[in-house]
C-alpha cells in the first residue's frame, strides 16, 4: 500500500501570499489531521477530517483553514501568510474515527515564507 | 491544558547500551500514550501505544512503561544501534480525548 503522500513537498512564499497544500491519505483511511512543526513550538495539532467533516481543531487563527474530498484526499490553506507561518507542514491518516487508531504521518511540506 | 516534557537535550550514547528517554506529563492522566520515532525531514514514524493499565510493553528491542501515579513514561532502546538515532516524540490525547498533544522530542544519537 502507497504510504500517505504530501504535495508539494517544499514551498517558498512571501508575506500576504495564501498557500494550499494537499494531502493523500493511504487507501481506505478516512481520516486525515493535519499538523504544524516548529523548532519553537514542537508538533501542533491544526485539525482532523473525518468523512469531509472537520470534526476536530486546535488553536490556530482562522487564517488556517481545511477541506476533505470525497475520496478522502484533503487540502489545507494558509491565507495571508506571515513570517511565523514558516514551518513543516504534516498531514497523517488513520484507519478509523477514534484519535488512538496509530497515524501515518506523510513526508510534510516545508513552507517558507519570506 | 496538558504539558508534555521530554528532554530537549540530545542523548548521546554508545552503541550496544540501552537508551532511556523520558516523557513527564502534568494535569490529568491519560487514557493512553503513543511513541514516534522522527528522522529528520521526514514525518513521525508511530513505534507503541501503552494503555493507563498496562504498566509496561515491549516491541523487539523497544519497551516502554507508564507510570499514572509518576505521570510518566519511560522508552527504552536496548542493545542501541546507530540506527536508532533519531528524535522520539512522545504524543498524549488531550482531555476530550480528540487529539493528540505532543512532547517536544528527544533527539538520541548512537555513536558506533
Known amino acids: 500500500k502507497a504510504g500517505v503522500t504530501q504535495t508539494p513537498r517544499y514551498l517558498i512564499k512571501t508575506r500576504g501570499q495564501q498557500v494550499t497544500l494537499s494531502c493523500s491519505p493511504i487507501?481506505?483511511?478516512?481520516?486525515v489531521s493535519w499538523y504544524q512543526q516548529t523548532p519553537g513550538q514542537g508538533l501542533q495539532f491544526l485539525f482532523e477530517?473525518?468523512?469531509?467533516?472537520?470534526?476536530n481543531k486546535g488553536n490556530f487563527p482562522g487564517r488556517f483553514s481545511g477541506r476533505q474530498f470525497s475520496n478522502s484526499r484533503s487540502e489545507m490553506n494558509v491565507s495571508t501568510l506571515e513570517l511565523g507561518d514558516s514551518a513543516l507542514y504534516l498531514c497523517?491518516?488513520?484507519?478509523?474515527?477514534?484519535?488512538?487508531?496509530?497515524?501515518?504521518f506523510g513526508p510534510g511540506t516545508r513552507l517558507l515564507v519570506l | 491544558s496538558q504539558k508534555i516534557e521530554q528532554n530537549s537535550e540530545a542523548l548521546n550514547i554508545q552503541e550496544g547500551k540501552t537508551a532511556t528517554l523520558t516523557c513527564n506529563y502534568t494535569?490529568?492522566?491519560?487514557?493512553?500514550l503513543q511513541w514516534y520515532r522522527q528522522d529528520p525531514g521526514r514525518g513521525p514514524v508511530f513505534l507503541l501505544l501503552?494503555?493507563?493499565?498496562?504498566k509496561e510493553k515491549r516491541k523487539e528491542r523497544l519497551k516502554v512503561t507508564f507510570d499514572t501515579t509518576l505521570k510518566q513514561s519511560l522508552f527504552h532502546i536496548t542493545a542501541s544501534q546507530p540506527a536508532d538515532s533519531a528524535t522520539y516524540l512522545c504524543?498524549?490525547?488531550?482531555?476530550?480525548?480528540?487529539?493528540?498533544?505532543f512532547g517536544g522530542g528527544t533527539r538520541l544519537m548512537v555513536k558506533p
Open positions: 487507501s481506505g483511511h478516512r481520516s
Open positions: 494535569n490529568y492522566s491519560p487514557a493512553y
Open positions: 477530517y473525518f468523512s469531509e467533516t472537520q470534526r
Open positions: 504524543a498524549l490525547p488531550n482531555n476530550a480525548g480528540n487529539m493528540l498533544t
Open positions: 501503552i494503555r493507563e493499565n498496562e
Open positions: 497523517a491518516s488513520s484507519l478509523a474515527s477514534r484519535i488512538e487508531e496509530t497515524q501515518y
